[in-house]
Protein backbone atom coordinates (compact mmCIF):
# COMPACT_ATOMS: atom_id res chain seq x y z
CA UNK A 1 0.00 0.00 0.00
CA UNK A 2 1.77 2.92 -0.91
CA UNK A 3 0.68 6.40 0.20
CA UNK A 4 1.35 9.35 -2.61
CA UNK A 5 -0.80 12.73 -1.03
CA UNK A 6 -2.75 13.91 0.75
CA UNK A 7 -6.39 14.80 0.14
CA UNK A 8 -5.24 18.86 -0.79
CA UNK A 9 -2.30 17.32 -2.36
CA UNK A 10 -0.05 20.00 -0.88
CA UNK A 11 1.98 16.85 0.66
CA UNK A 12 3.80 14.10 -0.01
CA UNK A 13 4.72 11.22 2.14
CA UNK A 14 7.79 8.93 2.72
CA UNK A 15 7.33 5.41 2.88
CA UNK A 16 7.85 5.51 6.88
CA UNK A 17 4.01 7.14 6.80
CA UNK A 18 2.34 4.60 4.49
CA UNK A 19 3.93 2.12 6.63
CA UNK A 20 2.13 4.19 9.55
CA UNK A 21 -1.14 4.34 7.66
CA UNK A 22 -0.94 0.57 7.05
CA UNK A 23 -0.98 -0.50 10.46
CA UNK A 24 -4.20 2.16 11.03
CA UNK A 25 -5.76 -0.08 8.51
CA UNK A 26 -4.59 -3.72 9.74
CA UNK A 27 -7.22 -3.92 12.72
CA UNK A 28 -10.25 -3.21 10.73
CA UNK A 29 -8.95 -5.27 7.91
CA UNK A 30 -8.14 -8.25 9.86
CA UNK A 31 -11.88 -8.15 11.61
CA UNK A 32 -13.52 -7.58 8.38
CA UNK A 33 -11.50 -10.02 6.50
CA UNK A 34 -11.62 -12.66 9.07
CA UNK A 35 -15.07 -12.68 10.21
CA UNK A 36 -16.88 -11.85 7.08
CA UNK A 37 -14.68 -12.33 3.77
CA UNK A 38 -13.34 -15.79 4.66
CA UNK A 39 -16.83 -16.82 5.34
CA UNK A 40 -18.58 -15.09 2.66
CA UNK A 41 -16.04 -17.29 0.23
CA UNK A 42 -16.30 -20.40 2.47
CA UNK A 43 -19.81 -19.97 2.32
CA UNK A 44 -19.89 -19.76 -1.74
CA UNK A 45 -17.74 -23.03 -1.83
CA UNK A 46 -20.40 -24.77 0.48
CA UNK A 47 -22.97 -23.84 -2.11
CA UNK A 48 -21.51 -26.28 -4.23
CA UNK A 49 -21.01 -29.72 -1.75
CA UNK A 50 -22.88 -31.56 0.18
CA UNK A 51 -22.46 -29.98 3.53
CA UNK A 52 -25.09 -31.36 6.45
CA UNK A 53 -24.14 -30.77 10.12
CA UNK A 54 -26.35 -33.45 10.17
CA UNK A 55 -23.99 -35.86 8.69
CA UNK A 56 -20.55 -34.75 7.76
CA UNK A 57 -19.51 -37.65 6.44
CA UNK A 58 -19.29 -36.86 2.86
CA UNK A 59 -18.94 -33.22 1.96
CA UNK A 60 -18.07 -33.69 -1.73
CA UNK A 61 -18.39 -31.59 -4.51
CA UNK A 62 -21.87 -31.76 -5.80
CA UNK A 63 -21.70 -28.83 -8.66
CA UNK A 64 -24.94 -27.38 -9.06
CA UNK A 65 -27.04 -29.76 -7.08
CA UNK A 66 -27.94 -27.32 -4.27
CA UNK A 67 -29.87 -25.22 -6.91
CA UNK A 68 -31.15 -28.00 -8.73
CA UNK A 69 -33.03 -28.98 -5.49
CA UNK A 70 -34.07 -25.43 -4.24
CA UNK A 71 -35.85 -24.67 -7.91
CA UNK A 72 -37.67 -27.90 -7.79
CA UNK A 73 -38.96 -27.32 -4.07
CA UNK A 74 -42.06 -25.78 -4.43
CA UNK A 75 -41.92 -24.41 -0.69
CA UNK A 76 -38.45 -22.48 -2.10
CA UNK A 77 -40.53 -20.75 -5.01
CA UNK A 78 -43.23 -20.36 -2.84
CA UNK A 79 -40.86 -17.75 -0.59
CA UNK A 80 -39.16 -16.19 -3.95
CA UNK A 81 -43.11 -15.12 -4.66
CA UNK A 82 -43.09 -13.88 -0.96
CA UNK A 83 -40.25 -12.33 -1.15
CA UNK A 84 -41.46 -9.91 -4.18
CA UNK A 85 -45.05 -9.41 -2.65
CA UNK A 86 -43.24 -8.51 0.93
CA UNK A 87 -40.59 -6.37 -0.84
CA UNK A 88 -43.70 -4.27 -3.10
CA UNK A 89 -45.92 -3.97 -0.62
CA UNK A 90 -43.68 -2.75 2.06
CA UNK A 91 -41.48 -0.40 -0.18
CA UNK A 92 -44.50 1.57 -1.97
CA UNK A 93 -45.96 2.56 1.01
CA UNK A 94 -43.15 3.25 2.75
CA UNK A 95 -41.68 5.87 0.27
CA UNK A 96 -45.16 7.44 -0.48
CA UNK A 97 -45.44 8.41 3.54
CA UNK A 98 -41.76 8.81 3.85
CA UNK A 99 -41.58 11.60 1.30
CA UNK A 100 -45.03 13.18 2.58
CA UNK A 101 -43.56 13.50 5.83
CA UNK A 102 -40.50 14.76 5.02
CA UNK A 103 -41.98 17.31 2.94
CA UNK A 104 -43.92 18.36 6.21
CA UNK A 105 -40.97 18.41 8.19
CA UNK A 106 -39.11 20.87 5.61
CA UNK A 107 -40.35 24.07 7.35
CA UNK A 108 -39.62 24.96 11.32
CA UNK A 109 -42.46 24.52 13.04
CA UNK A 110 -42.45 24.26 17.17
CA UNK A 111 -41.29 21.35 18.88
CA UNK A 112 -40.06 20.45 15.39
CA UNK A 113 -37.16 18.66 17.09
CA UNK A 114 -38.64 16.83 19.77
CA UNK A 115 -40.91 15.66 16.76
CA UNK A 116 -38.49 14.21 14.87
CA UNK A 117 -36.49 12.48 17.75
CA UNK A 118 -40.24 10.21 18.57
CA UNK A 119 -41.48 9.60 14.79
CA UNK A 120 -37.69 8.31 14.16
CA UNK A 121 -37.57 6.48 17.42
CA UNK A 122 -38.81 2.96 15.99
CA UNK A 123 -35.57 2.97 14.06
CA UNK A 124 -33.53 2.14 17.18
CA UNK A 125 -35.65 -1.35 17.96
CA UNK A 126 -34.46 -4.37 16.08
CA UNK A 127 -36.97 -5.66 13.77
CA UNK A 128 -37.37 -8.86 15.74
CA UNK A 129 -38.80 -7.02 18.68
CA UNK A 130 -41.35 -4.61 16.50
CA UNK A 131 -42.18 -8.23 14.99
CA UNK A 132 -42.98 -9.29 18.92
CA UNK A 133 -44.81 -6.32 19.24
CA UNK A 134 -47.00 -6.53 16.37
CA UNK A 135 -47.78 -10.14 17.31
CA UNK A 136 -49.38 -9.07 20.10
CA UNK A 137 -51.42 -6.01 18.48
CA UNK A 138 -52.54 -8.55 15.73
CA UNK A 139 -53.53 -11.20 17.91
CA UNK A 140 -56.76 -12.52 16.55
CA UNK A 141 -58.55 -13.01 20.33
CA UNK A 142 -56.84 -10.67 22.46
CA UNK A 143 -54.99 -7.79 19.75
CA UNK A 144 -55.81 -4.43 19.79
CA UNK A 145 -55.86 -3.92 16.41
CA UNK A 146 -59.22 -6.04 15.96
CA UNK A 147 -60.41 -3.93 18.82
CA UNK A 148 -60.12 -0.84 17.45
CA UNK A 149 -61.31 -1.92 14.00
CA UNK A 150 -64.66 -3.33 15.32
CA UNK A 151 -64.32 0.31 17.55
CA UNK A 152 -64.51 1.93 14.31
CA UNK A 153 -67.25 -0.39 12.52
CA UNK A 154 -64.37 -1.21 9.59
CA UNK A 155 -65.06 -4.62 10.50
CA UNK A 156 -68.09 -6.68 12.11
CA UNK A 157 -66.14 -9.97 13.43
CA UNK A 158 -62.85 -10.54 14.79
CA UNK A 159 -60.20 -10.89 12.27
CA UNK A 160 -57.62 -13.76 13.07
CA UNK A 161 -54.83 -12.25 11.17
CA UNK A 162 -51.53 -14.62 12.08
CA UNK A 163 -53.72 -17.60 11.66
CA UNK A 164 -55.24 -17.00 8.15
CA UNK A 165 -52.87 -17.12 5.31
CA UNK A 166 -54.73 -14.51 3.18
CA UNK A 167 -54.16 -12.03 6.36
CA UNK A 168 -50.81 -12.80 7.70
CA UNK A 169 -48.83 -11.32 4.86
CA UNK A 170 -51.01 -7.92 4.92
CA UNK A 171 -50.39 -8.16 8.73
CA UNK A 172 -46.26 -8.28 8.37
CA UNK A 173 -46.51 -5.48 5.62
CA UNK A 174 -48.14 -3.36 7.61
CA UNK A 175 -45.53 -3.81 10.64
CA UNK A 176 -43.17 -3.22 8.22
CA UNK A 177 -44.18 -0.17 6.77
CA UNK A 178 -44.76 1.19 9.93
CA UNK A 179 -41.29 0.19 10.91
CA UNK A 180 -39.50 1.58 7.86
CA UNK A 181 -41.20 5.01 6.99
CA UNK A 182 -38.77 6.54 9.11
CA UNK A 183 -35.97 5.79 7.36
CA UNK A 184 -37.23 7.51 4.30
CA UNK A 185 -38.32 10.50 5.92
CA UNK A 186 -34.73 10.70 7.57
CA UNK A 187 -33.45 10.30 3.94
CA UNK A 188 -35.41 11.99 1.74
CA UNK A 189 -35.55 14.97 4.75
CA UNK A 190 -31.84 15.32 4.78
CA UNK A 191 -31.80 15.62 0.95
CA UNK A 192 -34.52 18.82 1.04
CA UNK A 193 -32.77 20.85 3.37
CA UNK A 194 -29.61 20.87 0.84
CA UNK A 195 -32.24 22.05 -2.40
CA UNK A 196 -31.72 26.11 -1.80
CA UNK A 197 -34.57 28.30 -1.33
CA UNK A 198 -33.91 30.12 -4.42
CA UNK A 199 -35.15 28.14 -6.43
CA UNK A 200 -38.77 27.80 -4.39
CA UNK A 201 -38.72 31.22 -4.80
CA UNK A 202 -38.08 31.08 -8.60
CA UNK A 203 -41.17 29.19 -9.22
CA UNK A 204 -43.07 30.84 -7.18
CA UNK A 205 -42.19 34.08 -9.07
CA UNK A 206 -43.13 31.93 -12.51
CA UNK A 207 -46.31 31.39 -10.29
CA UNK A 208 -46.13 27.42 -10.43
CA UNK A 209 -48.58 25.82 -7.84
CA UNK A 210 -47.74 23.35 -5.41
CA UNK A 211 -47.86 19.89 -7.43
CA UNK A 212 -45.68 21.51 -10.23
CA UNK A 213 -43.18 22.91 -7.64
CA UNK A 214 -42.64 19.10 -6.56
CA UNK A 215 -42.72 17.88 -9.73
CA UNK A 216 -40.04 20.28 -11.67
CA UNK A 217 -38.29 21.38 -8.26
CA UNK A 218 -38.09 19.40 -5.76
CA UNK A 219 -38.11 15.90 -7.04
CA UNK A 220 -35.66 16.40 -9.70
CA UNK A 221 -33.39 18.19 -7.40
CA UNK A 222 -33.10 14.78 -4.69
CA UNK A 223 -33.32 12.81 -8.03
CA UNK A 224 -29.88 11.24 -7.02
CA UNK A 225 -31.00 10.42 -3.09
CA UNK A 226 -34.82 8.95 -4.16
CA UNK A 227 -32.79 6.63 -6.05
CA UNK A 228 -30.40 5.55 -3.60
CA UNK A 229 -32.65 5.38 -1.06
CA UNK A 230 -34.72 3.04 -2.92
CA UNK A 231 -31.86 0.75 -4.10
CA UNK A 232 -30.93 0.72 -0.43
CA UNK A 233 -34.19 -0.36 1.01
CA UNK A 234 -34.74 -3.09 -1.92
CA UNK A 235 -31.97 -4.87 -0.50
CA UNK A 236 -32.51 -4.35 3.01
CA UNK A 237 -35.96 -4.95 2.99
CA UNK A 238 -35.09 -8.25 1.52
CA UNK A 239 -32.29 -9.36 3.49
CA UNK A 240 -34.49 -8.07 6.51
CA UNK A 241 -35.85 -11.22 7.89
CA UNK A 242 -35.87 -10.24 11.39
CA UNK A 243 -39.37 -8.93 11.47
CA UNK A 244 -40.88 -11.76 10.44
CA UNK A 245 -39.04 -14.37 12.55
CA UNK A 246 -40.42 -12.35 15.38
CA UNK A 247 -44.38 -11.60 14.23
CA UNK A 248 -45.32 -15.29 12.07
CA UNK A 249 -41.94 -17.42 12.42
CA UNK A 250 -42.97 -17.59 8.39
CA UNK A 251 -46.43 -19.24 9.41
CA UNK A 252 -48.95 -19.85 9.04
CA UNK A 253 -48.63 -22.80 6.49
CA UNK A 254 -44.74 -20.46 5.48
CA UNK A 255 -46.88 -18.22 3.73
CA UNK A 256 -44.87 -15.41 5.20
CA UNK A 257 -41.70 -16.92 4.56
CA UNK A 258 -39.46 -15.08 2.60
CA UNK A 259 -36.52 -16.31 1.32
CA UNK A 260 -34.05 -15.06 3.32
CA UNK A 261 -35.92 -15.99 6.61
CA UNK A 262 -36.29 -19.81 5.03
CA UNK A 263 -32.94 -19.58 4.63
CA UNK A 264 -31.98 -18.68 8.34
CA UNK A 265 -34.48 -21.87 9.29
CA UNK A 266 -32.47 -24.14 6.83
CA UNK A 267 -29.21 -22.75 8.63
CA UNK A 268 -30.22 -23.48 11.86
CA UNK A 269 -31.55 -27.26 10.60
CA UNK A 270 -27.76 -27.78 9.87
CA UNK A 271 -27.96 -28.16 6.18
CA UNK A 272 -25.16 -25.57 5.28
CA UNK A 273 -24.82 -26.34 1.47
CA UNK A 274 -28.24 -25.60 0.86
CA UNK A 275 -28.78 -22.58 2.73
CA UNK A 276 -25.46 -21.09 1.16
CA UNK A 277 -27.37 -21.71 -1.92
CA UNK A 278 -30.22 -20.14 -1.30
CA UNK A 279 -28.07 -16.60 0.01
CA UNK A 280 -25.53 -17.16 -3.22
CA UNK A 281 -28.49 -16.44 -5.53
CA UNK A 282 -29.90 -14.09 -3.00
CA UNK A 283 -27.14 -12.08 -3.60
CA UNK A 284 -26.97 -12.77 -7.55
CA UNK A 285 -30.89 -11.95 -8.00
CA UNK A 286 -29.77 -8.64 -5.80
CA UNK A 287 -26.62 -7.40 -7.88
CA UNK A 288 -28.49 -8.12 -11.32
CA UNK A 289 -31.44 -6.31 -9.94
CA UNK A 290 -29.13 -3.14 -8.51
CA UNK A 291 -26.67 -3.06 -11.96
CA UNK A 292 -30.05 -2.68 -14.39
CA UNK A 293 -32.07 -0.61 -11.88
CA UNK A 294 -28.18 1.75 -11.45
CA UNK A 295 -28.40 1.78 -15.60
CA UNK A 296 -32.21 2.81 -15.47
CA UNK A 297 -31.41 5.98 -13.37
CA UNK A 298 -28.26 6.67 -14.78
CA UNK A 299 -29.11 8.67 -18.24
CA UNK A 300 -31.04 11.33 -16.88
CA UNK A 301 -28.87 12.14 -14.34
CA UNK A 302 -26.52 12.63 -16.99
CA UNK A 303 -28.89 14.82 -19.03
CA UNK A 304 -29.70 17.53 -16.30
CA UNK A 305 -26.57 19.28 -16.30
CA UNK A 306 -25.99 19.12 -19.86
CA UNK A 307 -29.29 20.85 -20.02
CA UNK A 308 -28.57 23.47 -17.30
CA UNK A 309 -25.17 24.27 -18.87
CA UNK A 310 -27.02 25.39 -22.65
CA UNK A 311 -29.36 27.86 -20.90
CA UNK B 1 -39.88 31.32 1.76
CA UNK B 2 -42.10 33.43 -0.05
CA UNK B 3 -45.42 31.68 -0.35
CA UNK B 4 -47.67 31.32 2.60
CA UNK B 5 -49.07 27.72 3.41
CA UNK B 6 -53.15 27.98 3.00
CA UNK B 7 -54.87 27.62 6.43
CA UNK B 8 -56.42 24.11 4.57
CA UNK B 9 -53.19 23.37 4.03
CA UNK B 10 -51.74 23.74 7.49
CA UNK B 11 -54.70 22.09 8.82
CA UNK B 12 -53.85 19.24 6.72
CA UNK B 13 -49.76 18.82 7.36
CA UNK B 14 -50.74 19.68 11.45
CA UNK B 15 -53.34 16.60 11.36
CA UNK B 16 -50.91 14.28 9.15
CA UNK B 17 -48.16 14.93 11.28
CA UNK B 18 -50.16 14.48 14.59
CA UNK B 19 -51.89 11.38 13.22
CA UNK B 20 -47.97 9.68 11.86
CA UNK B 21 -46.52 10.88 15.93
CA UNK B 22 -49.84 9.04 17.16
CA UNK B 23 -49.35 5.49 14.78
CA UNK B 24 -46.08 5.76 15.45
CA UNK B 25 -46.02 5.96 19.44
CA UNK B 26 -48.95 3.35 19.56
CA UNK B 27 -47.46 0.36 19.78
CA UNK B 28 -44.81 1.32 22.09
CA UNK B 29 -47.41 2.33 24.44
CA UNK B 30 -49.57 -0.73 24.06
CA UNK B 31 -46.53 -3.06 25.27
CA UNK B 32 -45.92 -0.75 27.81
CA UNK B 33 -49.34 -0.81 29.10
CA UNK B 34 -49.55 -4.42 28.75
CA UNK B 35 -46.52 -5.04 30.91
CA UNK B 36 -47.74 -3.02 33.49
CA UNK B 37 -51.09 -4.93 33.78
CA UNK B 38 -52.25 -7.53 36.29
CA UNK B 39 -51.34 -10.83 34.57
CA UNK B 40 -55.21 -11.43 35.27
CA UNK B 41 -56.35 -7.97 33.24
CA UNK B 42 -54.08 -8.96 30.03
CA UNK B 43 -56.65 -10.79 28.68
CA UNK B 44 -59.94 -9.64 29.94
CA UNK B 45 -62.69 -8.22 27.54
CA UNK B 46 -63.55 -5.50 26.42
CA UNK B 47 -59.66 -4.29 26.25
CA UNK B 48 -58.14 -1.99 28.60
CA UNK B 49 -56.61 1.13 27.18
CA UNK B 50 -55.75 2.45 30.53
CA UNK B 51 -54.89 -0.04 33.12
CA UNK B 52 -57.27 -0.37 36.22
CA UNK B 53 -54.70 -1.63 38.77
CA UNK B 54 -50.95 -1.32 37.92
CA UNK B 55 -48.70 -4.15 38.58
CA UNK B 56 -45.68 -5.10 38.46
CA UNK B 57 -46.56 -8.71 38.63
CA UNK B 58 -45.50 -9.65 35.13
CA UNK B 59 -41.79 -8.18 35.85
CA UNK B 60 -41.48 -10.33 38.84
CA UNK B 61 -43.00 -13.48 37.43
CA UNK B 62 -39.95 -12.97 34.58
CA UNK B 63 -37.62 -12.67 36.68
CA UNK B 64 -38.64 -15.70 38.86
CA UNK B 65 -39.50 -17.94 35.83
CA UNK B 66 -36.13 -17.12 33.55
CA UNK B 67 -32.84 -16.16 34.06
CA UNK B 68 -33.34 -12.81 32.55
CA UNK B 69 -31.17 -10.98 35.01
CA UNK B 70 -28.27 -13.20 32.75
CA UNK B 71 -29.37 -12.13 29.72
CA UNK B 72 -29.24 -8.61 30.17
CA UNK B 73 -26.01 -9.27 31.64
CA UNK B 74 -24.80 -10.67 28.92
CA UNK B 75 -25.98 -8.55 26.39
CA UNK B 76 -24.66 -5.06 28.51
CA UNK B 77 -21.04 -6.99 28.25
CA UNK B 78 -21.00 -8.10 24.73
CA UNK B 79 -22.71 -4.78 23.58
CA UNK B 80 -20.55 -2.61 25.69
CA UNK B 81 -17.16 -4.06 24.78
CA UNK B 82 -17.60 -5.00 21.15
CA UNK B 83 -19.06 -1.32 20.71
CA UNK B 84 -15.78 0.08 22.30
CA UNK B 85 -13.41 -1.99 20.47
CA UNK B 86 -15.16 -1.42 16.83
CA UNK B 87 -15.23 2.15 17.48
CA UNK B 88 -11.32 2.40 18.53
CA UNK B 89 -10.57 0.66 15.27
CA UNK B 90 -13.20 2.57 12.98
CA UNK B 91 -11.67 5.48 14.25
CA UNK B 92 -8.10 4.50 13.09
CA UNK B 93 -9.66 3.02 9.42
CA UNK B 94 -12.26 6.08 9.78
CA UNK B 95 -8.87 8.44 9.70
CA UNK B 96 -6.69 6.91 6.95
CA UNK B 97 -9.77 6.65 4.51
CA UNK B 98 -10.64 10.16 5.23
CA UNK B 99 -7.54 12.22 5.11
CA UNK B 100 -5.20 10.30 2.43
CA UNK B 101 -5.07 9.52 -0.98
CA UNK B 102 -4.12 5.65 -1.82
CA UNK B 103 -3.80 3.25 -4.55
CA UNK B 104 -6.17 0.48 -3.14
CA UNK B 105 -8.52 2.81 -1.11
CA UNK B 106 -11.47 2.21 -3.68
CA UNK B 107 -11.03 -1.53 -2.86
CA UNK B 108 -11.24 -1.14 0.50
CA UNK B 109 -14.34 1.31 0.54
CA UNK B 110 -15.94 -0.84 -2.30
CA UNK B 111 -15.57 -4.20 0.23
CA UNK B 112 -17.08 -2.58 3.21
CA UNK B 113 -20.26 -1.37 0.68
CA UNK B 114 -20.43 -4.74 -0.35
CA UNK B 115 -20.60 -6.12 3.71
CA UNK B 116 -23.50 -3.95 4.10
CA UNK B 117 -25.49 -5.16 0.66
CA UNK B 118 -24.73 -8.92 1.65
CA UNK B 119 -26.61 -9.79 4.65
CA UNK B 120 -23.90 -11.35 7.01
CA UNK B 121 -25.73 -14.17 7.50
CA UNK B 122 -25.49 -15.70 4.48
CA UNK B 123 -21.91 -16.97 5.92
CA UNK B 124 -23.84 -18.05 9.10
CA UNK B 125 -23.17 -21.65 8.36
CA UNK B 126 -19.44 -20.90 7.37
CA UNK B 127 -19.36 -18.70 10.15
CA UNK B 128 -20.17 -21.33 13.03
CA UNK B 129 -17.68 -23.81 11.24
CA UNK B 130 -14.85 -21.22 11.63
CA UNK B 131 -15.64 -20.69 14.94
CA UNK B 132 -15.53 -24.16 15.75
CA UNK B 133 -12.31 -24.71 14.66
CA UNK B 134 -10.84 -21.46 16.64
CA UNK B 135 -12.70 -23.02 19.57
CA UNK B 136 -15.02 -19.58 20.12
CA UNK B 137 -18.52 -21.39 19.74
CA UNK B 138 -20.55 -21.07 22.82
CA UNK B 139 -18.64 -18.38 24.15
CA UNK B 140 -19.88 -14.64 24.96
CA UNK B 141 -16.30 -13.35 23.62
CA UNK B 142 -16.11 -14.96 20.61
CA UNK B 143 -19.74 -13.57 19.99
CA UNK B 144 -18.24 -9.84 20.76
CA UNK B 145 -15.35 -10.27 18.25
CA UNK B 146 -17.99 -11.17 15.32
CA UNK B 147 -19.97 -8.42 16.73
CA UNK B 148 -16.87 -5.91 16.11
CA UNK B 149 -16.20 -7.19 12.85
CA UNK B 150 -19.76 -6.69 11.50
CA UNK B 151 -19.97 -2.99 13.00
CA UNK B 152 -16.45 -1.95 11.57
CA UNK B 153 -17.70 -1.04 7.90
CA UNK B 154 -20.48 1.53 8.52
CA UNK B 155 -18.55 2.57 11.68
CA UNK B 156 -16.06 3.45 9.77
CA UNK B 157 -18.14 5.07 6.89
CA UNK B 158 -19.75 7.49 9.72
CA UNK B 159 -16.51 7.98 11.26
CA UNK B 160 -14.83 9.25 8.12
CA UNK B 161 -17.98 11.42 7.32
CA UNK B 162 -17.17 13.15 10.88
CA UNK B 163 -13.28 13.63 10.16
CA UNK B 164 -14.00 15.54 6.78
CA UNK B 165 -15.61 18.36 8.93
CA UNK B 166 -12.62 18.83 11.05
CA UNK B 167 -9.96 20.88 9.22
CA UNK B 168 -7.08 18.29 8.37
CA UNK B 169 -4.79 22.01 9.07
CA UNK B 170 -5.42 21.00 12.93
CA UNK B 171 -3.55 17.91 13.10
CA UNK B 172 -0.75 18.67 10.67
CA UNK B 173 0.29 21.85 13.28
CA UNK B 174 -0.10 19.34 16.32
CA UNK B 175 2.40 16.97 13.88
CA UNK B 176 4.42 20.13 13.30
CA UNK B 177 4.54 20.65 17.03
CA UNK B 178 6.23 17.02 17.44
CA UNK B 179 2.76 14.64 18.26
CA UNK B 180 3.42 11.36 16.32
CA UNK B 181 0.55 10.43 13.90
CA UNK B 182 -1.70 8.76 16.92
CA UNK B 183 -1.40 11.21 19.40
CA UNK B 184 -1.99 13.74 17.45
CA UNK B 185 -5.04 11.54 16.19
CA UNK B 186 -6.28 11.34 19.81
CA UNK B 187 -5.04 14.45 21.50
CA UNK B 188 -5.65 16.61 19.14
CA UNK B 189 -8.50 15.15 16.99
CA UNK B 190 -10.67 12.83 18.91
CA UNK B 191 -11.46 15.75 21.92
CA UNK B 192 -12.84 17.66 18.83
CA UNK B 193 -15.01 15.10 17.33
CA UNK B 194 -16.36 13.89 20.76
CA UNK B 195 -20.30 13.85 19.66
CA UNK B 196 -19.61 12.32 16.24
CA UNK B 197 -17.45 9.12 18.07
CA UNK B 198 -20.22 9.12 20.94
CA UNK B 199 -23.18 8.79 18.23
CA UNK B 200 -21.35 6.00 16.56
CA UNK B 201 -20.61 4.64 19.96
CA UNK B 202 -24.15 4.21 20.30
CA UNK B 203 -25.33 3.27 16.66
CA UNK B 204 -22.41 0.29 17.46
CA UNK B 205 -23.80 -0.28 20.76
CA UNK B 206 -27.87 -0.39 19.60
CA UNK B 207 -26.94 -2.74 16.65
CA UNK B 208 -25.33 -5.61 19.09
CA UNK B 209 -27.93 -4.90 21.57
CA UNK B 210 -30.41 -5.82 18.86
CA UNK B 211 -29.18 -8.44 16.76
CA UNK B 212 -30.60 -11.98 16.59
CA UNK B 213 -28.90 -14.37 13.93
CA UNK B 214 -25.74 -14.36 15.40
CA UNK B 215 -26.08 -15.05 18.94
CA UNK B 216 -28.87 -17.51 18.50
CA UNK B 217 -26.47 -19.51 16.21
CA UNK B 218 -23.24 -19.12 17.90
CA UNK B 219 -24.45 -19.51 21.37
CA UNK B 220 -26.18 -22.41 22.96
CA UNK B 221 -26.09 -22.39 26.59
CA UNK B 222 -28.55 -20.81 28.35
CA UNK B 223 -26.04 -18.84 30.54
CA UNK B 224 -24.44 -17.23 27.80
CA UNK B 225 -28.14 -16.53 25.95
CA UNK B 226 -28.78 -12.02 25.18
CA UNK B 227 -31.79 -11.08 25.50
CA UNK B 228 -32.75 -10.89 21.62
CA UNK B 229 -31.95 -15.32 22.16
CA UNK B 230 -34.34 -15.25 25.18
CA UNK B 231 -37.40 -13.45 23.40
CA UNK B 232 -36.46 -15.99 20.71
CA UNK B 233 -36.62 -18.90 23.14
CA UNK B 234 -39.92 -17.39 24.62
CA UNK B 235 -41.92 -17.03 21.19
CA UNK B 236 -40.71 -20.70 20.52
CA UNK B 237 -42.44 -21.86 22.95
CA UNK B 238 -45.98 -22.87 21.72
CA UNK B 239 -47.86 -20.90 24.25
CA UNK B 240 -46.38 -17.33 24.75
CA UNK B 241 -46.83 -15.73 28.32
CA UNK B 242 -47.63 -12.19 27.18
CA UNK B 243 -47.28 -10.57 30.46
CA UNK B 244 -43.83 -11.64 30.89
CA UNK B 245 -42.93 -11.29 27.21
CA UNK B 246 -44.33 -7.75 27.09
CA UNK B 247 -42.24 -6.97 30.54
CA UNK B 248 -39.13 -8.53 28.73
CA UNK B 249 -40.12 -6.50 25.30
CA UNK B 250 -39.86 -3.24 27.52
CA UNK B 251 -36.84 -4.34 29.37
CA UNK B 252 -34.84 -4.62 25.94
CA UNK B 253 -36.15 -1.83 24.32
CA UNK B 254 -35.21 0.83 27.72
CA UNK B 255 -31.45 1.06 26.99
CA UNK B 256 -31.75 1.77 23.20
CA UNK B 257 -34.50 4.27 23.90
CA UNK B 258 -32.60 6.35 26.49
CA UNK B 259 -29.68 6.16 24.05
CA UNK B 260 -30.85 6.85 20.66
CA UNK B 261 -32.77 10.53 22.74
CA UNK B 262 -29.22 11.31 23.05
CA UNK B 263 -27.40 10.66 19.98
CA UNK B 264 -30.32 10.59 17.16
CA UNK B 265 -29.13 13.57 15.99
CA UNK B 266 -25.51 12.72 15.29
CA UNK B 267 -26.48 9.25 14.37
CA UNK B 268 -28.43 10.46 11.10
CA UNK B 269 -25.97 13.40 10.05
CA UNK B 270 -23.34 11.00 10.28
CA UNK B 271 -25.12 8.50 8.51
CA UNK B 272 -26.61 10.89 5.92
CA UNK B 273 -23.07 13.15 5.93
CA UNK B 274 -20.60 9.90 5.32
CA UNK B 275 -23.34 8.57 2.92
CA UNK B 276 -23.22 11.87 0.61
CA UNK B 277 -19.76 11.99 0.29
CA UNK B 278 -19.15 8.88 -0.94
Redesign the interface.
Known amino acids: MAATKSVSGRKHFTGRTGLVLFAFMLPALVFVGLFTFYPLLQGVQMAFRNYNLNDLSDTSWVGLKNFQTLLGDEMFRGTVWNSIVWVVGSLVPQFLIGFTMALWLRRKFRFRGTYQALVFFPWAVSGFLIGILFRWMFNGEFGVVNDLLMKTHLIDTPVPWLADARYAMIAVIVANVWYGVTFFAIMILAALQSVPDELYEASAIDGAGKVRTLFSITIPSIRTTLALTVLLRVIWIFNSPELIFGMTGGGPANETHIVTSYMIQVTQEGDYGRASAMGLMVVFVLMVFAVFYLMAIRPREVKRPRKVAAA | ???HESIAGRIV?YA??GL??L???F??Y??LV?SFKDPGT??A???RYWPEKWSLDNYTGLFEQSNFAVYLGNSLIVSTVAAALATV??L??A??L???????KGA?MG??LV?Q??????????????MTRMYLVDSRWGLM??Y???S??LC?VMLRGFFENVP?SLE?AAMVDGCS??SALFRVLVPVMTPGIAASYIFNF?NC?????LS??LLNSDSNKTV?AA??GF??SYNID?GS??AA?VL??LP??V???FA??YI?EGL?SG??KE
Do not use: Q
Not at chain 2, 117 to 130: D, K, R, T
Open positions: MIRKGLCLITVPLWITIFYPLVSLSYVARFEFRSVAFTMIPGFIALGALYVLLVVAVIPTAERLVWNELFVTPLNISWMSASITMLFASRVTAV
